[in-house]
């Protein structure tokens, strides 16, 4: 009988690699149908979002660029095994959001429920990361560091660095469009503060 807690469990580096690689995808399948409903969000990928809109360039790119300056951060708070994992989870979801539009096309939508679909299914995809420690890098990284360090949840160190993002939306888009986008944060982010909890579940 396994009498081990689930605090001496570790991750296997199969677990890892199914955990990580399940999170990018359901974050990847989650940003497709945010943009595909013209909607916009917070944290690094919304910075990315935001700016694959106004500039035209692909949202993959972009968000891969704007990560770099976090991973110094990451590899001199963090440790170097979440900063690989960081590098490689963002290489990937920038891979994967450029190929994803050619397998699959987001029919006709609500804005709404695309809201919503987005806030779940990428909330699940990053709790699967953070569980395997790793992140999709960026202001990411500052929320998870700012939790271990001073109990804060991360989930609300998101919402905070989203009001920022969001200010500057309402200048750039349709106040509906923003509104809606909100609603999809708030659920994001209210996914990993309940359920992101270190003394439930410990990642190692």
């Not at 539009?101 to 806030?119: D, K, Q, R």
């Not at 349709?174 to 708030?186: I, N, T």
Request: aromatic share 10%; glycine share 12%; charged share 10%.
């Amino acid at each position: 009988m396994n009498t081990e807690t689930p605090d001496t469990v570790k991750h296997t580096v199969l677990d890892d690699v199914q955990g990580l690689g399940f999170g990018v995808f359901m974050c990847a399948i989650g940003l497709q149908i945010l943009t595909s409903a013209g909607l916009i969000t917070g944290q690094t990928a919304g910075i990315a979002v935001i700016l694959s809109y106004v500039t035209g360039w692909g949202f993959g790119p972009v968000f891969f660029v704007i990560n770099i300056p976090f991973y110094i951060i990451a590899y001199l708070r963090l440790g170097l095994a979440f900063t690989i994992k960081s590098l490689i989870s963002v290489t990937a979801l920038s891979l994967v959001s450029e190929l994803l539009p050619l397998g699959w096309t987001v029919g006709e939508i609500h804005i709404g429920l695309a809201a919503l679909m987005f806030g779940a299914i990428v909330g699940c995809g990053l709790l699967a990361m953070f569980r395997h420690n790793g992140s999709l890098g960026g202001l990411g990284v500052v929320a998870l560091l700012i939790q271990d360090t001073t109990g804060f949840r991360a989930g609300y160190v998101q919402l905070i660095a989203d009001a920022v993002i969001f200010a500057v939306g309402f200048l750039l888009f349709p106040l509906g469009v923003v509104l809606w986008s909100l609603a999809g944060a708030v659920v994001l982010n209210m996914v990993i503060a309940l359920n992101h909890r270190r003394d439930r579940y410990i990642a190692t």
